[in-house]
């Protein structure tokens, strides 16, 4: 889970979330943090796989993109993201709409989440 | 996402399909490579074509090419891959030449589309094409040194079948219908100059020439538009049955 849920500019380090972000879209950003990525110990939201999250009377979409565009987990991501907001009272459907602008690179980790990745034996 | 003109449409075809084959054929040697930095190399490069091509099938299929036909619904001359991927290579050597020709050709292709709509994803492939790229001629320079006959004979098959996915030599930008309608900002005919400039750079001072090439054809009469290719060869049937997964439908996964 991440320490830091402070809104940050794009290509910064950390979640580009929109300003005014309405309280249901951070209950689902917090969500997405309980997701854990499959390769590594850290959180989708953490690895800043997820770009946005918006909300439309109970549509939401989630914008998210992937480090490695051959992942095998892929699809099981995506479900993963489907499942957890899915059930979440208030939201109708879920949209995952992948994106490639900008491209992700490893200056979207935080201080934080580089530190915790150390520590589990990942060099970046 | 814009619609494409219908041009564009096949172009991006050949290149996904191009990607698909190149995925298939790195795959089938991962196991049988001389060494096992090669099979390594092959297997991640697998691993990033597939990526490549889940991603093009689906700005496809945004451009109204149906998803089942995509994912291998079809007959093998329906496949729009580069010729030079259609079977399987008897050697290692003229298998490396096959893919390396194709892959850069693919990504030269690609990095010449100008649509908004290619915005970060051709910067994402280009990303891991630089690493396919940079190993490819890492090994085609150390063949040259130790197998440059059988390099050379590779290159002479392998390449005019690569430049003539790239496009007949009379598509200047002028003529070329890509560029033309604005999707692409570079014709074929500047492609294939820097094809071949590539791999002559990259063979100088070695005793590979590539005067031996056929460097003019196709003309545009022979060459087949749709399928960027002269002929009607493509891959086997058992080429399809393998990229639809037909022997192990029981374990896919619904």
Redesign the interface.
């Known amino acids: 889970m991440s320490a830091n849920m402070t809104p940050v500019d794009a290509g910064e380090p950390g979640f580009d979330r929109s300003e005014g972000n309405a309280a249901f879209e951070e209950e689902l950003w917090a969500l997405l943090d309980e997701i854990p990525d499959p390769h590594i110990p850290v959180s989708l939201v953490e690895m800043g796989m997820i770009y946005d999250v918006r909300d439309e009377d109970g549509d939401v979409t989630v914008e998210m993109t992937f480090p490695?565009?051959?992942?095998?987990a892929?699809d099981f991501i995506q479900d993963d993201v489907r499942s957890m907001l899915r059930p979440v009272p208030g939201v109708e459907s879920v949209t995952i709409d992948?994106?490639?602008?900008?491209?992700?690179s490893k200056d979207r980790l935080t201080p934080e989440v580089r530190e915790k990745m150390r520590e589990a034996g990942i060099s970046l | 996402m814009s619609e494409w003109p219908a041009e564009a449409v096949d172009y991006v075809q050949a290149i996904a399909d191009t990607k698909l084959l190149l995925s298939h054929r790195y795959a089938e040697w991962m196991l049988t490579g001389p060494s096992l930095e090669d099979d390594i190399g092959g297997a991640s490069t697998a691993?990033?074509?597939?990526?490549?091509v889940?991603?093009l099938f689906?700005l496809l299929e945004q451009q109204g090419r149906d998803g089942e036909w995509l994912e291998g619904d079809r007959a093998p001359e329906e496949f729009r891959n580069a010729a030079t991927l259609d079977a399987t290579r008897d050697s290692w050597v003229e298998h490396l030449v096959a893919v390396a020709t194709a892959d850069r050709a693919a990504w030269y292709m690609l990095d010449s589309i100008a649509s908004d709509d290619f915005?970060?994803?051709a910067?994402?492939?280009g990303?891991?094409e630089y690493f396919h790229l940079e190993y490819h001629d890492a090994r085609l320079a150390t063949l040259a040194d130790d197998r440059p006959e059988e390099l050379q004979g590779a290159f002479e098959d392998a390449l005019p079948k690569a430049l003539a996915f790239v496009g007949p030599e009379s598509y200047d930008a002028d003529s070329d219908p890509v560029v033309r309608s604005g999707f692409a900002d570079r014709s074929a005919a500047d492609l294939r100059d820097a094809l071949v400039a590539h791999y002559a750079r990259l063979f100088d001072g070695t005793s590979v020439s590539l005067d031996g090439v056929d460097r003019d054809g196709p003309t545009q009469d022979e060459w087949d538009e749709a399928r960027r290719r002269v002929g009607d060869g493509a891959i086997d049937q058992s080429v399809v049955d393998a990229l639809t997964g037909v022997r192990n439908e029981e374990f896919a996964a619904e």
Do not use: F
């Open positions: 490695c565009m051959g992942c095998p892929y992948i994106v490639w602008d900008p491209v992700w | 691993q990033d074509e597939a990526g490549h889940r991603q689906r915005r970060g994803l910067r994402k492939i990303e891991d």
